[in-house]
């Protein structure tokens, strides 16, 4: 079955740091991948997705995610954090094979410290 | 665009009594919507797909008799927790899917939050 993992249940940084949240996923056909975004006690806004193509996606407020086929990950970032960056993140994928259902990793709690 | 509109927001009621919780996709059309439930400080747990016009599919170890799922029409999916219990208590999320390939993206509402006395 498909997994995802996420090195790192919470990260910190400092504001005006480099953000980086790791996301690996394990099937050997890779999947779509997808960055989504929780602000406490909301639901979940899509940070960005890749499909195909640039392997180098943008996302809103500043993230990408750069798929590594050869690594299996799709590692989030952004070059300089602010205080709003603050929530869970969460790494999803959906089987090029078998439909729609998301998969989600476990999430990475980001704080950014002033 | 792509909003999903999830209600009530907060639920507070006592053992033994049955919500419904509404989800509606107000300006896409949503022939799956999908419904999470998500315990604190964890991940979403994806508890069934909903289907327009036909039967939801459920998760493994998901009670289908208790979590009741009724998708009438292509913006709105309801998901009715019946005759709930203080471990139903919850923070429950939908989502819905564009009309479209299995690669779209996952609109989400802002969940519910559940809490049985």
């Known amino acids: 079955a498909q997994s995802v993992t996420q090195l790192g249940s919470h990260v910190s940084v400092s504001e005006g740091a480099l953000v980086l949240l790791r996301c690996n996923y394990s099937?050997?056909?890779?999947?779509?991948l997808f960055w989504y975004v929780q602000y406490p006690n909301q639901g979940l806004q899509l940070l960005l997705k890749?499909?195909?193509?640039?392997?180098l996606v943008k996302g809103i407020n500043g993230f990408e995610a750069e798929f590594k086929k050869s690594e299996t990950s799709f590692h989030l970032t952004k070059p300089s954090a602010h205080m709003s960056d603050a929530a869970e993140y969460f790494c999803?994928?959906?089987?090029?094979?078998?439909?729609?259902?998301?998969?989600f990793g476990t999430g990475t709690r980001l704080a950014v410290r002033p | 665009g792509a909003v999903v509109s999830q209600h009530p927001s907060r639920v507070i009621c006592k053992s033994g009594t049955s919500v419904k919780i509404e989800c509606r996709s107000l300006?896409?059309?949503?022939?799956?919507m999908f419904w999470y439930r998500q315990f604190p400080k964890q991940s979403l747990m994806l508890m069934a797909t909903?289907?327009?016009?036909?039967?939801?599919?459920?998760e493994q170890g998901v009670e289908k008799d208790k979590f009741l799922i009724n998708h009438a029409s292509l913006t709105l999916s309801t998901l009715t927790v019946t005759s709930a219990h203080p471990e139903d208590s919850s923070f429950y999320i939908c989502?819905?899917?564009?009309?479209?390939?299995?690669?779209?993206?996952?609109?989400f509402g802002d969940g519910t939050r559940l809490s049985i006395l």
């Open positions: 989502s819905a899917r564009e009309i479209g390939t299995g690669n779209q993206p996952q609109h």
């Open positions: 300006d896409f059309q949503a022939t799956t």
């Open positions: 999803a994928v959906i089987p090029k094979s078998s439909g729609d259902k998301l998969t």
């Open positions: 909903s289907n327009e016009g036909s039967k939801a599919t459920y």
């Open positions: 890749y499909t195909t193509g640039a392997t």
């Open positions: 099937s050997s056909v890779p999947p779509y």
